[in-house]
């Protein structure tokens, strides 16, 4: 409305000065003759003018003393431009009078009479523009009192962030705009300064009409929201009015605007628009919501465009707005270091920052500093102002959580060290063992549903991001709120002690009593632990992992723990446990990670309600006694077991809940009956397991099995088989299902079934691999009537070769009828000592690479060409990266036939990126003319006489990097000067 009068009043004075500035003869004449007339007419409308400009003036002191309505800056400017009109008028209505005598002079009159007539239309329009509607005009953007962000790197990026989401060219694409973080991170500040900035008018290419501020809160109470949006538009609404009339009206004013800006604070559960009266932003273009918000979940739910989150500080930046806040003292040379420690405690949190800085300002005693830093280390808010200002708002988000456990889950995370990255797994595993996942669904089914709930706590900036992937970690200050309700809960089951990675030496007994629920030592240098009689009959979780020092165990301290679901003594040097672990009735997970010196465990027959065994990386050389009666075992881990090399037949398939085995890298190989000694476990064995899902062996040979002994195979979700003694590899994208093939003779195995069940193979350092191929082709070709056959490879994605002095050739004429892997996606050739080109293996399996993505060749030295182009391969429509490296004989990429040649579409339409490293001979990529419209990484490395790429001006839109030696790069041929130059933005030189 303000843009709207100040506009009528600008652009009609401007017009009409226009008008009496370059008027044409026939007007100044037409003056002149009405002249009196006109002066006439001035004194009545200065007259009127002044009876408005005392009414609206008395009008709005009133409103100012009221302290209700302040004037606004519209109307204070037009009183202030009318006192300044009406001295111009008297002025020019006195210099009429002293020279009347004179008026008889004709251009006198004439000077007189413009000045008259243009004081006349500028009064009229003075007055039409006083005619306000009753109340205030608003200003388009209203200041808001609020610290600046100038000199904060990462909130000034944020705010910069948000100005172009709002300055963005299609004022459709981002209409709702969520701003989230946790609590205290700075989220309302930012978005003052964002309101503030866009009071500048240069702030925007199309300026709001309006942005109106709405403070929302955790008790959502919708009047009291629409009476701020109320006054911000002048409108009038009652607090006896029902939210739906005034709705009714809120929408009206709000759809009277040109392009508006809502900016709802604080929002913590979906509010609904239509409710609150403000319209759609979908239905009024322009037109744009700002919500802030510490779940992302609530933004998602106001269905927002685009979610900004909200960083801490980093050091830096957590100092400067430190020392501003604690003044001076932190310069003084005995404080100085105090100050900074308490500082980076705040770990980058403003509200942290803010309340100690204050409460540690003028503060000159070391000592005060000392117990501060103290009291911060300790999770305990008696510092203060933290308690209020700090921990009861991020409780607030605890509080929100709802759902089954929660909170307990979250609490639970407080048992990890400071700045500590979880591993989701291992988390999951302590969440189902303590009862706080249902543990009627299978193990992986209950890991969905751990991260189900990280992501409500992450939506929720009560977790975050670990830094590795599969992790997640807690902020420091959230952690220390956590720890404080867990130590302020009347709840015995909320009752922690946490002692997690503070460097203790030793535990005192003193702390552990009855009433603790879950205990933590974890990530220390504990090396003795009380051996003495104590009573923590209460506790559930007992965390000692990383405690390297120590290696051994007392009798009386497991005495302790007898209601244990979960124990954890991973990555310390104990040899054994004592018998009291027997003991533990309740124990569903015992977790034992890294513990290299441990030989050997007590028979753990009793322990009937474990679920998860960790013994990965330990030392024993078979499995405890008594393992057979552990019945309800989910989860057994013997990874890196290298020492173990006694399984006795009948434990396994007594273990009828086990859903995962995971026995990488063990020493322990698998074999079927016939090759494994008496009394030792077979791999038939492993198919009694009902439930297993998850299964990672070593195998001493190709298993020779039959369609009745595939079923369970087919079952598991995931597996890897790792074949002969030296069977090893490295992961891929696709090892879901991986099978690992070393040091064999392949022509007399079948592995039909093995294609069959796998999504990626490994045949390394095998021979035989050309009777296996041809074996395969005639198998399909035996079966090519038989439909399910036809399709048996279909699940292989991953291939890798290597390591081989076989022959690829196919003989005999004897090729695959049909592509035998039409789903693979990766194609791995390393060390093939006679391999002349990729279309060797495509003969006999009938490849046509319709889904290839990935092609890698290394060490191939008797390879000419990676491929044929034009018999069996028309085109690689999928493929992204090619890279090759040491085939000393490689001189063209691609082999053309010549039915082919006068084609220039390109082979690889979409390849992306090209590796090509140690090619002493490759002078060809492709035909002359193509080119790769795709490619967006090339990198080449001595190879000296390749002196044409397939790129043109076209690719300067795509290409991102270009990297080779700048002798290489300039001995290049271009098609164009304009191709070189536009391209040599992107090289960087090796």
Known sequence: MEVQVLTSILGAVVSETGRLVCGCISSNIKNTVRWKSNLRSLEKERKKLMDLWSDIKSRSESDDRDGTSPTNKVIKEWLTEVEEFLVLVESCQAKVTANENKLCRFSLRIRFSRKVSKLLGKLEQLVKAGNFPDGPVNEPVEYIPGPLVEDQTTASRTLDELMKILDDDDDDKFRRIGVWGMGGVGKTTLVKNLNNKLRSNTSLKRPFSVVVWATVSKELDMKRVQMQIAERLNVEVKMEESIERAAGRLYQRLKEEERFLIILDDVWEKIDLDCLGVPQPELQKGSKIILTSRFLEVCKAMMTDVEVKVSILNGEEAWKLFSRNAGEVVSLEHIRPFAEAVARECCGLPLAIITMGAAMRGKTMVKLWKHALNELRRSAPCVGGIKNQVYNPLKWSYDSLQGNNIKACFLYCCLFPEDFSIEVSELVRCWLAEGLIDEKHDFENSVDNGIAVIEILKDSCLLEDGDYEGTVKMHD?????????????????????????????????????????????????????????????????????????????????????????????????????????????ELRALLLRDCFFLEELPPLGVLRRLQMLDLRATRIRELPKGMENLINLRQVNLSRTHYLKRIQVGIVSKWACLEVLDMTLSSYHWGTKGEVEDEQTTFEELGCLKQLFSLSIRLKSIP??????????????????????????????????????????????????????????????????????????????????????????????????????????????????????????????????????????????????????????????????????????????????????????????????????????????????????????????????????????????????????????????????IKGESQWWSGLKWDSHNTETALKLFFKPV
């Open 704 to 961: 020779c099995l039959g369609s009745e002994d595939l079923t369970w195979i087919g079952r598991l979700r995931r597996f890897q088989f790792f074949i002969g003694s030296t069977a090893n590899s490295l992961p891929t994208r696709h090892d879901k299902r991986r099978v690992t093939v070393s040091g064999l003779d392949l022509s007399g195995e079948w592995i039909v079934w093995l294609l069959m069940n796998a999504s990626s193979l490994v045949l390394n350092g095998c021979w035989g691999l050309n009777e296996m191929l041809q074996d395969l082709a005639i198998y399909s070709a035996d079966n090519y009537s038989d439909i399910n056959s036809v399709s048996s490879f279909t699940g292989l994605k991953s291939l890798t070769i290597s390591s081989s002095n076989s022959y690829l050739r196919p003989g005999g004429g004897c090729a695959a009828p049909y592509d035998l892997l039409p789903n693979l996606e990766e194609l791995r050739l390393h060390g093939l000592t006679y391999l002349a080109n990729i279309s060797e293996l495509v003969g006999h399996l009938g490849l046509q690479f319709s889904k290839l993505k990935l092609i890698e060749v290394f060490r191939c030295p008797q390879m000419k060409c990676l491929l044929f182009y034009g018999n069996f391969i028309l085109s690689l429509p999928n493929l992204e990266a090619i890279k090759i490296s040491f085939c000393e004989k490689l001189d063209e990429l691609f082999n053309y036939t010549s039915n082919q040649t006068s084609v220039v579409e390109p082979v690889a339409p979409n390849l992306r990126t090209l590796e090509l490293k140690n090619l002493p001979k490759l002078r060809s990529l492709c035909r002359p003319k193509e080119s790769w419209p795709s490619l967006e990484q090339l990198y080449v490395v001595k190879c000296n006489l390749l002196s044409n790429l397939p790129l043109n001006i076209q690719n300067a839109n795509t290409i991102k990097e």
């Open 477 to 585: 200050v959230v952690r220390d709120v956590a720890i404080w309700i867990v130590s302020s809960s009347p709840e015995d089951e909320f009752n922690f002690i946490v002692r997690s990675g503070i460097g203790l030496s030793e535990i005192s007994e003193d702390e552990l009593s009855d009433s603790i629920g879950r205990v933590s030592f974890m990530n220390n240098k504990i090396n003795t632990l009380p051996d003495c009689e104590m009573q923590c009959h209460k506790a559930s979780t007992l965390l000692l992992q990383g405690n390297l020092p120590l290696e051994k165990v007392p009798e009386s301290f497991l005495q302790a723990f007898q209601a244990l679901r979960v124990l954890n003594i991973s990555g310390s040097r104990i040899q054994s446990l004592p018998p009291s672990l027997l003991q533990l009735g």
